[in-house]
């Protein structure tokens, strides 16, 4: 049996690597600006969280770090330095710039408990959770007593919002006790991370562990236009219009050698959570693709693992699609599908990917394939956001699973491209009278332009834009319209 080498990656720091998506810190402390809050009642139950203590920009900004009383008076905040939970209470503390992990504590949370008592005989605990996009959340602590201190775990690397809870057991305080009392937060070190714009769609960044096979017919490398890992990075085109390949060509492994070829591991800068349904959709490029093309027609396969380390690599759920025979082994896709984590352990309470390892599974041997066929061939992936993870619907560009008996379902493309200083958008729409919002995004997920017309039913569509004020670079365009949302690559010169 074949043995797959890992690639040890150094350990590189306070610096970013495009090709490989790594993304790292530097120490400087970070301080949340904002924040939500929800408190509760205090011990008894039904008492309110006096004035003082209910004040939430107590916790924000940073913190004293101190448990002398400042000389408290009632319905004053600014004579007390904390913000008071309530029991099961909780507060959201959002930083605008996002923290990361570096050498020793990566977080520190302050809680206010006059003269320091100790745990035993004052236990107001918490647990703690961070996230990325305030919508997503790993559990970093649980039952915390007063002070305490976390590092970022794997699946999280950076994040940009901590949420404290509550957990204080009512019965061992007197019944004005009000919980857990936040002085404040520092996160210790600044990441190099620059967010999206949210509701921006998530993709791979970067790659790693990148060993091309041979094409069927010789034991040559793929053409040298399918050679580029970061093809399979950044936005999908979705599309399987013969053209200039847009994808990087895997390979066949190679019977002869002891390791595996044809295999490739995509990073995320965000995490990639489990949520209800697919978790991750797989785009593959296969020219002139339809839906009366099989996998027995054409078998291009690929098997799928997801990892939060780089190391420890757990086969995922493939969710079949139809054009996959039943027969498929567990962990595979024939050319486009969905993902799913169920497989992948727990960590801090959730399923989560940040790398996903793709190996050829094509059979080289296949009388369906021609001499130059060179596998699977990966355009990308992608992953939608978490306000529109549950009861979102897409349309994507060039795919075969739209559901076309819904009315709402449109398409789109874009000429010229690459462009420099104005592109058309040809639209079919959709069975119904409906608006279309336009949107340009960069590569970080910043929109940088926007538009929308109102179009008739049944019709086809070129709307002109001006993109001369943009600067020369690779761009997202969606066309969102009653839900759906169909997305297409742009190159401007």
């Known amino acids: 049996m074949k043995t797959l080498t890992q690639v040890k990656m150094p350990v590189l720091t306070g610096i970013a690597l495009l090709g490989l998506g790594l993304v790292s810190a530097f120490a400087q402390p970070v301080y949340p600006t904002s924040g939500t809050y929800s408190p509760q009642n205090t011990a008894d139950g039904v008492?309110?969280?006096?004035?003082?203590?209910?004040?939430?920009?107590?916790?924000?900004?940073?913190?004293?770090?101190?448990?002398?009383?400042?000389?408290?008076?009632?319905g004053n905040p600014a004579t007390v330095n904390f913000t008071s939970l309530g029991f099961g209470g909780y507060i959201i503390l959002n930083f605008t710039e996002p923290f990361g992990q570096g050498e020793g504590n990566d977080v520190d949370v302050f809680e206010t408990s006059y003269a320091t008592p100790d745990c035993e005989v004052w236990p107001e605990l918490a647990d703690a959770y961070i996230s990325q996009d305030g919508c997503n959340w790993v559990k970093v602590v649980s039952g915390a007593c007063q002070n305490f201190s976390f590092d970022l775990p794997d699946n999280m690397p950076w994040a940009q919002y901590i949420k404290i809870i509550d957990v204080s057991v009512n019965s061992s305080f007197e019944s004005i006790a009000d919980g857990f009392d936040v002085d404040g937060a520092?996160?210790?070190y600044k990441s190099l991370m620059?967010?999206?714009?949210?509701?921006?769609?998530?993709?791979?960044?970067?790659?790693d562990d990148f060993l091309q096979g041979t094409m069927k017919g010789s034991s040559n490398l793929p053409a040298l236009n399918r050679r580029n890992p970061l093809k399979a990075t950044l936005m999908p085109q979705m599309s399987d219009v013969s053209a200039a390949p847009n994808f990087v060509s895997l390979g066949f492994d190679k019977s002869s050698t002891a390791e595996i070829e044809g295999r490739i591991t995509l990073k995320f800068d965000y995490t990639v959570f489990d949520v209800p349904g697919p978790d991750l959709f797989v785009y593959e490029t296969t020219f002139n693709d339809g839906p009366l093309r099989t996998c027995d027609n054409y078998p291009e396969i690929a098997e799928f693992y997801g990892s939060n380390d780089n190391v420890t690599f757990t086969l995922l759920s493939a969710d079949p699609s139809s054009n996959e025979p039943v027969s498929l082994p567990a962990g595979r896709l024939c050319r486009d599908g969905s993902l799913d984590f169920v497989n992948m352990p727990l960590s801090g309470g959730v399923r989560t990917i940040r790398f996903l390892r793709i190996?050829?599974?094509?059979?080289r041997s296949s009388s369906r394939f021609p001499g130059a066929a060179d596998g699977y061939d990966v355009d990308g992936v992608i992953a939608y956001p978490c306000q529109l993870a549950s009861g979102g619907k897409f349309a994507e560009m060039g795919q075969n699973n739209v559901p076309d008996e819904d009315g709402s379902v449109f398409f789109f493309g874009i000429y010229p491209n690459p462009a420099t200083e104005t592109i058309t958008l040809n639209i079919e729409t959709a069975s119904v009278d409906q608006n279309y919002v336009i949107n340009i995004f960069d590569m970080t997920g910043r929109k940088v332009q926007s538009e929308s017309l109102n179009a008739a039913s049944n019709t086809e569509v070129n709307h002109n834009m001006g993109i001369q004020g943009l600067p020369a670079g690779v761009y997202t365009i969606s066309v969102e319209a009653n839900g759906y949302k169909a997305v297409e690559r742009l190159l401007k010169n």
């Open 194 to 207: 620059v967010p999206k714009a949210p509701g921006s769609p998530i993709f791979a960044t970067g790659y």
């Open 186 to 188: 520092r996160a210790n």
């Open 47 to 74: 008492g309110i969280i006096p004035p003082a203590r209910s004040f939430d920009g107590n916790a924000i900004g940073i913190p004293q770090e101190s448990d002398i009383d400042m000389g408290e008076v009632a």
């Open 359 to 363: 190996i050829d599974k094509s059979t």
